[in-house]
């Protein structure tokens, strides 16, 4: 097929309703980019032979030197149907875990999916994730079962065998899709099972609430793929050949003049051939007849495998291409290699890409099509629910559904998914251009003239040979003769400096309006809030923000592309319903952003990124002097990379947070070759570990009862220090119950810890964001004089707050967590993680964390004198345990008892504002205030005692706020840090689930493998008509590093893994375990030398940190020898 020019797509641009936004998804290497090969050939931008080998949309050298996608990006495809002429904007997406943010940037952007999978692999954990995200953007998609040719090469399958293969893949497949339908209903369904038990409660005990009544209602029909819907593909990309169950059924309707109908019904199913009666008839299964897909179907795709590859019989094979009436030239023919052969006949007997590219425009949405779910979920961030949204917001949905480009009061909406950087030499206007034959002629007299007067020079330099004979006349001539280009060097030079190598493209899509080059649009930051945006003028000068408006920007669209895959064109205007490419958003969009022409318009929904970055780095130039570049390269980075993180710790370091190890080297190498371009030392990765607490145990390390003999240390050896310093301040009640006292003798807490409920700590994750609201909320209720004028939260946030609170009360079971939800104070660390702290005090009845959902507000209870500095306290010491300064996981902190002396203990509400706004100020003022209200005490207690001197308003502030504050949170923090070591104490580690396909001959080596790293097989299965096992394991990320590669060479790639963090793991082993049993001295030795893994760890991170170390370090040692030597 011929290339398609520019100006045909750009016609096709205008009708949305001919256009096809899709994305290609599956697991790593079951040839996703191979099958975009194909469709991009059939549009002549590459050949039919290079389709499969090119890889066309892998432009990274990285991608091409590794084999595997590590960057979406699109092509827009021409494709013919019926004389209905379609646009094709196809997005290539990776398959490997580490990259999953870029599928999430793909799917945003589309309409529908086409869905890969290797019928020989199957399901595998990837199909899983990228189902998901189709399922969670509300996108239809379309299935291909690739790799076919897989079952006759190397399985050696017959056409029976494979057609039961290709049905249990296609079960597989269905039976995620059902599982994610049930899980929706489910979800929908959760306010009706509250109310039912509510009416229980109030009712007859005989009520039952029906949980499957949903599925009835709902309709699941056109939600699983069948090949007789017509949303399957039978493929194989690599031999270039596809197609779908109507293509068979016209082929053999017009051979033997059945119905296409009904051929196309019964194709696919269990239906057999009936050579008496012809007819289908039922029942093939029963009967043990041969089904009609593989009589009329497989068997013939077999014969002409067997006939080219395995018996090369050339007579058939011409029998066959005549039967067809297929046209085939003549070197493909009498080509040597039969896969040449092969990929010759199948793309004439079935081209893959009119397979395809027939199921995306028949099945797959438009623009127009786009579901109302989808819009109002886009439009809805932060658990808004869409009815709560101003009425000019909600009138966007109109335009969101009618996808209207035309029009004065139609509203301009595009969402960035992403930023990618391309050299600026590979934009259009940089790159070079055919002359006209008047650029040609006019080049030409310049030429000419510069000739001449470079001969009038040489005349006049003749005349004084001694001059021009001298060495620094020369240069002078040069000069001279390059006078006017030397003027402008030095500027061309400083703007090749301050320009970047690389600029921004930003990957967008249009969804209403007409987006034109040089448009002036906002741009939507993640916290803006349209309400605020309702009232505000039409348009303000740049850089301008009006008051109250610090998340609303405007932007200028600089440039227009139309993405080719490798190349970009030039456009100057975008209809709606079509993804593009926008230059000159670097300055005003991080990573992804919403633009649009009204202030009315909320940001999207942010992005859903599957797999999150937990492996950690810190990069340090070589050479000192070239920070600066690798600060702006960094920089560049984090804007070019969706799921990479940068940070700047407290020591200094710069740490570059990645999703796994494939991701961090590719970061790396685009840090050292495209962003910073210098050189760079990276530091060993750094492992995220957490601190957390355990029931006493009841065996020890040999597995025998301890009974009375378990004996625990209070205080361990790294705290001796701190217990020398602080005991007359600390004491240890035998229950874990520790008090501490300021050094002041103003205050006195007692505080105990305890590990939370199984559960607890991984619910309290998941509901970070609610979290954030609750606090955001109490924040500014303490803040504001007026409780009245407290904006409420949305009801959909209420509701999802309200079932956060129900599911805690659930898991707070026994009478030591009795009112436990009811007394938390606070959340930490960071007022958002996954520890808690209770407030137990007698006859301190503090303010709720649950207001938001109560009708009672702060009057219920009053704040205590530096109630605030107890919170900040507690945060202190779960951001960095005793153990090793990681944060905590998984322990409540009660305070029991909190007694003052010598200050005010309870005051009104009012009052409590003022400390809550002074605690929160930064460190810096809170120090410099502490100092002022240390010398207003020292001048008080001169004059006299506190109670007998008359003080002003100052002077009592000073004092309230003086250094007792500062030394409660110390005390807080010491205290908690205490109660902490009291209970058994562990190390969690990060642990990554391992999914690893293997064959029996190198099982063994890839148990050896995770054995080494202290891996654990949670599963092993094999599959069913293959030689191949599918193992699932456990392995801790900080053992990681190196997996891939090792058990790549110990299984000589026959075994791949893929690793996705999981879950928080206790190790099991206590880091400051000493023999304390008569067992254990038996086993061990006194001085167990052997450490445990977790002392390994707890060692190897505060080294790092350049923490307390205890070990023998030997240094300048000399071994005594004599002089003398024995013979």
Known sequence: MRHIELEKLRELQRNPSNIRNICILAHVDHGKTTLADSLIASNGIISNRLAGKLRYMDS???????GITMKSSSISLFFNMDEREFLVNLIDSPGHVDFSSEVSTAVRLCDGALVVVDVVEGVCPQTHVVLRQAWLEHIRPCLVL??????????????????????????????????????????????????????????????????????EEMDDSSLYFSPDQGNVVFASALDGWGFCVEHFARLYAQKTGVKMEVLRKTLWGDFYLDPKAKKMMKGAQAKGKKPVFVQLVLENVWALYDAIINRRDKDKVEKMVASQGLKI???????????????????????????????VCSKLPSPLEINVERVERLLCPHLRRFESLPIETQALKESFLACRSEGSDVPVIVFVSKQFAVDVKSLPQNQPRPLTQDELSQR????????????????????????????????????????DVNMEQPGSTDTGDEDPAQCFIAFARVY?????????????????????????????????????MNHLRLCVLDDLFLLMGRELEVLEEVPAGNVLGIGGLEEHVLKSATLSSTAACPPFLPLNLEVLPIVRVAVEPTHPSQMAQLVRGMRLLNQADSCVEVLIQESGEHVLVTAGEVHLQRCLDDLRQRFAKIEIDVSAPIIPFRETIIRRPKVDMVNEDMGSQNLFAIQRRRGAKTEGRLSEDIRVEGDGLVTVTTPGKECTVSVRALPLPEGVPHLLEESVELIRSIEQFNSTLHESQDVSSTQELPENTLDAIRNFKRDLEDRFQGMKWKNAVSQICSFGPRRCGPNLLLNRVEGYTRPSVWQCIENIRCSAGTYRDYDNSIVSGFQLATLAGPICEEPMRGVCFSLERWETR???????????????????????????????????????????????????????????????????????????????????????????????????????????????????????????GSAVFSIRASLPV?????????????????????????????VTSDPYWVPTTEEEYLHF??????????????????????????????????????????K
């Open 329 to 359: 030239p003549t070197r493909d023919m009498k080509h040597a290699d039969p896969k040449v052969v092969l990929s010759s006949i199948c793309s004439q007997w079935l081209p893959l890409a009119h397979a395809v590219l027939s199921m």
């Open 902 to 1024: 010598g200050v005010q203990t309870v005051r009104s509400v009012s009052e409590g504002i003022a400390e809550v706004k002074l605690a929160s100020l930064p460190s810096g003022d809170e120090q410099q205030s502490d100092t002022d209200s240390e010398c207003g005490r020292s001048t008080a207690k001169e004059g006299g005692s506190v109670a007998g001197s008359e003080r002003s308003d100052e002077g009592i502030r000073s004092d309230r706020y003086g250094s007792c504050s500062g030394q409660l949170i110390s005390t807080m923090k010491d205290a908690c840090r205490f109660a902490f070591q009291m209970k058994p104490q562990r190390m969690m580690a990060a642990m990554y689930t391992c999914e690893i396909q293997a064959t029996a001959d190198v099982l063994g080596k890839v148990y050896a493998v995770l054995s080494r790293r202290e891996g654990r097989v949670i599963c092993e299965e094999m599959r069913q």
């Open 1085 to 1126: 030795g006194e001085k167990a030398d052997s450490e445990t893994q977790a002392k390994k760890y707890v060692m190897a991170v505060r080294k790092r940190k350049g923490l307390l170390v205890e070990e023998q370090v030997v240094e300048h040692a000399e071994k005594q020898r004599t002089h003398a030597r024995k």
């Open 1038 to 1066: 900080a053992e990681s590093f190196g997996f891939a590669e090792e058990i790549r060479k110990r299984t000589s790639g026959l075994a791949s893994p893929q690793l996705v963090f999981s879950h928080w793991e206790v």
């Open 60 to 66: 990274l050298k990285e991608e091409q030197i590794r």
């Open 512 to 548: 209403s309006g007409t987006v034109k080059r040089g448009q002036r649009l906002y741009v939507m930051g993640p916290k803006y809030n349209p309400v605020n945006g309702v009232q505000l003028p039409e348009s303000y000068a740049l850089p301008e923000c009006p008051t109250g």
């Open 146 to 215: 690739n790799k076919i040719d897989r079952l006759i090469t190397e399985l050696k399958l017959t056409p029976s065998e494979a057609h039961v293969q290709i049905q249990k893949v296609l079960e597989q497949v269905n039976a995620v899709t059902g599982s994610l339908f049930s899980s929706k209903v489910l979800e929908e369904n959760t306010d009706k099972e509250s109310n039912c038990k509510s009416s229980e409660r109030e009712g007859p005990l005989n009520t039952l609430y029906d949980w499957s009544a949903g599925f």
């Open 444 to 483: 030409k007299e310049q030429a000419k003239r510069r000739h001449a007067d470079r001969l009038a020079r040489k005349r006049s330099t003749s005349k004084d040979r001694a001059e021009s004979s001298s060495p620094a006349r020369e240069p002078g001539l040069l000069t001279g003769h390059g006078e």
